[in-house]
């Protein structure tokens, strides 16, 4: 420990959550554990088991601890000096050779506000290039572009986690905490205890829609049609709340007609949910004084994810449950920083602070912060897989910092195969992810534990993680590692290693933007329970920060909240005689995202320890499939072959699974890259396959 403190306070660095934590020391050796911090409100000292053993990624064993350079085809060990040359070296060479922007830069929703802050400003000021995304696009990009055109500003959650308790009813669209954020659970309980009711809309019985007092099975893809047949309901029931609508809202009439020409008989047709679910559905939203909608990847990861998500606003908007105490719509954030990733540049059209990067004033503020002309700045790049799509063609070399596409990107063989023909790729990484070990040069950093940071939790609330322990020697913050590129690259100033820095340039980039974070300062952080942003001010002298939004206005121009004017479309690609079911895919409680860190920890692999195929009991006898048959789903991308795993918790038509793995399993072998046309999101959460029992295959 760098202290003499017993423990030190700290969060979880996986998921959006962000659970507080204390590190303690551990076996003497230096090393830490994770303890229980019944102090942090939001988890109260629960843990899931990702958290409670994260510490186990910090081991030697588990990690990286010196650069790798290729060699003769190998990756071998090299000095830091050395591994930062050749990456300057060659990105500045691709540079020269083919113009700035066939460099691109690929981040992470998993990095703190200050690397995501950082790695935007680099790839802009000192790499001069568009081309940078990261893997949010992937993650609730859809539920961002919805609700920025909804209510004019993209927050997660508008209110805290402690208000859910508190509503007549939520409705969970696509979203299964008890896999995913497994301490959240207590406040759905809590809001059955006090009385409240809550209806899970999921393809599978998840263990989260068994504690539903509504559950509806809707066919993947179609939560567009079932929010339209809702509101038709609402409509012709006369639940409008016709003064809010007038008051606090524009476009109504357009939702309301498109609302009107999906009949209920109709949205059964589409959606397999029958018109008496879809009528209780209803009953349940309606009847309470408040209610609540959540959206997850569910509806969110689907070509059309935009103007579902758009759908379900509208809902809450008719029926006045939105910018109201214990009403309103919120996306659950997923990852660590979801929601700070998404605000300090990182992305593809965006300037710190939520600013777009088209936007002449937003460009001349950040610009000045940064000491450039605002000319130089480059505009919109890419979207992540288009990005990734893209490499090798007129993007000749990456920089990854924060994600593993070879695991996660959707259509990942086509991915792999990019990232191969690349001039050059340098992955910064805490393990040798699967991408990492087709790099050209690998940097190893320091983890969550070993460096101080802010991260942005799903409620909007800007949090301190502390560094409680000394990085081994031969890692290097990714902090440091922009330093000593930049100075590599001909940038002395402004890309500063201590976090600190950092932040408090982050702050007066923020400032005036839609996520101002001018008032919050490492000071204020160490010593409460986080601060919501929008926070104005300077110094430590800070307003108050912002727990819930929209109360008063929404951030609209004229301050009302806009109906999207959206119908149902089907899927991207639809089932046909060659392949005619569903695949959807997601997650398990026991494994992160491309597992490329829990599948480095031994409790985790043996509660998880593989992919498999979920599908029903009547499927599998049709394919003649048998529990634990290895069986090959096969799409138009490709095929991949896991073990069957049957359930009648899950629709007939449609098999599911998870995306932790690489390999033979790996899902995103099939998945489709058809993009949303709005948020650019890819299609995770529906493509056509067909499945068959694969015998000649090792399971
Ligand atoms: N254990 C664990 N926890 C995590 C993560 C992890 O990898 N592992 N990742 C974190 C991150 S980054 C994220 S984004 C969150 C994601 O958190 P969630 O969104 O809760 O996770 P998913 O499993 O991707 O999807 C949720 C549910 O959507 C359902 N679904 C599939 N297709 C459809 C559809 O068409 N409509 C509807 N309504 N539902 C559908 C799936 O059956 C699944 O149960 O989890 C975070 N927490
Ligand atoms: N089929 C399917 N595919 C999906 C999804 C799905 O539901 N279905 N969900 C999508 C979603 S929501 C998401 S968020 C993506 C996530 O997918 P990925 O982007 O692959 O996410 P991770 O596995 O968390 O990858 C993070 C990588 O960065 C490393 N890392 C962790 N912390 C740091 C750090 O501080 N610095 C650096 N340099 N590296 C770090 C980790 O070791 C890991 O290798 O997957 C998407 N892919
Ligand atoms: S729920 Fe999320 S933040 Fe909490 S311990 Fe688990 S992974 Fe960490
Ligand atoms: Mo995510």
Redesign the pocket.
């Known amino acids: 420990m760098t202290d003499s403190v017993s423990a030190t306070p700290t969060h979880c660095p996986?998921?959006?959550l962000q659970c507080g934590m204390n590190l303690v020391a551990a076996g003497g050796g230096g090393g830490v554990e994770v303890a229980e911090r019944a102090d942090f409100p939001v988890n109260r000292g629960a843990l899931?088991g990702?958290g409670r053993t994260a510490a186990d990624v910090l081991a030697p064993g588990a990690r990286l601890a010196t650069p790798l350079v290729r060699s003769g085809g190998a990756l071998v060990p090299a000095g830091w000096d050395e591994a930062l040359d050749v990456v300057a070296g060659r990105l500045a060479r691709v540079r020269d050779e083919h113009g700035a922007d066939a460099v691109g830069v690929f981040g992470g929703?998993g990095l703190t506000n200050e690397k995501a802050y950082a790695l935007g400003k680099f790839a802009r000021v000192v790499l001069g290039t568009s081309q940078i995304d990261y893997n949010g696009r992937f993650?609730?990009s859809s539920a961002a572009a919805a609700g920025t055109a909804a209510f004019g500003l993209d927050r997660g959650l508008p209110f805290p986690l402690a208000d859910v308790p508190l509503t007549g009813c939520v409705i969970l669209?696509?979203?299964?905490?008890a896999?995913?954020?497994p301490p959240a659970l207590r406040y759905f309980a809590e809001l059955k205890a006090n009385g409240g009711s809550l209806v899970v809309?999921?393809?599978?019985r998840?263990r989260t829609a068994e504690l539903a007092d509504l559950h509806l099975a809707?066919r993947?893809?179609?939560?567009l049609a079932l929010a339209l047949g809702m509101l038709h309901l609402v409509v012709a029931e006369g639940l409008v709340d016709e003064e809010y609508v007038e008051r606090r809202t524009s476009g109504w009439p357009a939702a309301r007609a498109s609302a009107m020409a999906h009949w209920p008989e109709y949205v059964e047709r589409i959606t397999g949910v029958s018109v008496p679910e879809l009528r209780e559905a209803v009953r349940l939203f309606c009847a309470p004084e408040s209610a609540m909608v959540l959206t997850?990847?569910?509806?969110e990861q689907?070509a059309k994810g935009t103007d579902t998500v758009g759908a379900w606003i509208n809902l809450c908007l008719a029926t006045g449950r939105a910018g109201r105490p214990r009403s309103g719509y919120g996306c659950?954030?997923?990852?660590g920083n979801?929601q700070g990733g998404r605000e300090h540049g990182q992305k593809a059209d965006q300037l710190p602070g939520y600013r777009k990067l088209t936007d002449p004033a937003a460009r001349r503020h950040v610009a000045e912060v940064w000491g450039v002309d605002p000319d130089a700045l480059p505009g919109p790049g890419r979207s992540a897989y288009e990005l990734l799509d893209a490499l090798g063609r007129d993007v000749r070399s990456l920089l990854v910092m924060g994600s593993n596409p070879v695991v996660s990107a959707p259509r990942a063989a086509h991915v792999e195969e990019r990232l191969r023909s690349l001039d050059f790729l340098a992955v910064c990484d805490v393990v040798l992810s699967e991408t990492a070990a087709l790099a050209d040069v690998v940097l190893p950093v320091t983890q969550w534990a070993e460096e101080t940071g802010t991260t942005t939790n799903l409620e909007g609330r800007v949090l301190l993680r502390r560094r409680a322990l000394d990085p081994p020697a031969g890692v290097r913050s990714d902090l440091d590692v922009l330093h000593g590129l930049a100075a590599r690259l001909g940038v002395e100033k402004g890309f500063p290693a201590d976090p600190e820095e950092v932040f408090e340039e982050l702050r007066r980039a923020s400032a005036g933007g839609p996520a101002d974070y001018s008032g919050i300062s490492y000071r204020r952080l160490a010593e409460g329970d986080g601060v919501f942003w929008p926070c104005p001010g300077t110094g430590d002298e800070g307003g108050p920060g912002t727990p819930r939004l929209f109360l008063d206005r929404f951030a609209t121009e004229d301050g009302r909240a806009r109906f999207a004017p959206v119908a149902h479309r089907p899927s991207a690609e639809e089932p046909d005689a060659e392949y005619p079911l569903l695949l959807?895919?997601?997650?398990?409680?026991?494994?992160?995202?491309s597992g490329a860190q829990t599948r480095r920890v031994a409790e985790l692999n043996a509660a998880a320890p593989g992919p498999f195929v979920q599908l029903h009991p009547r499927l599998a006898a049709r394919l003649g499939a048998a529990e634990g048959d290895p069986l090959a789903v096969v799409s138009r991308r490709g095929r991949a072959v896991a073990p069957a795993r049957i359930t009648t918790g899950i629709r007939p038509d449609t098999v599911?699974m998870p995306f932790?793995w690489p390999g033979e399993g790996r899902a995103n072998t099939l998945t489709n890259p058809a993009l949303d046309p709005t948020s650019r999101m890819p299609e995770f959460?529906?493509c056509a396959v067909r499945v068959e029992v694969a015998r000649g295959d090792a399971p």
């Open positions: 996986y998921c959006a899931c990702k929703g993650c609730m669209v696509g979203s299964n905490p896999e995913t954020m809309i999921d393809p599978r998840t809707p993947p893809g179609t939560d997850a990847r569910g509806p689907q659950l954030t997923g990852q979801g959807t895919t997601g997650r398990v409680v026991a494994q992160y995202q599911f932790h959460k529906v």
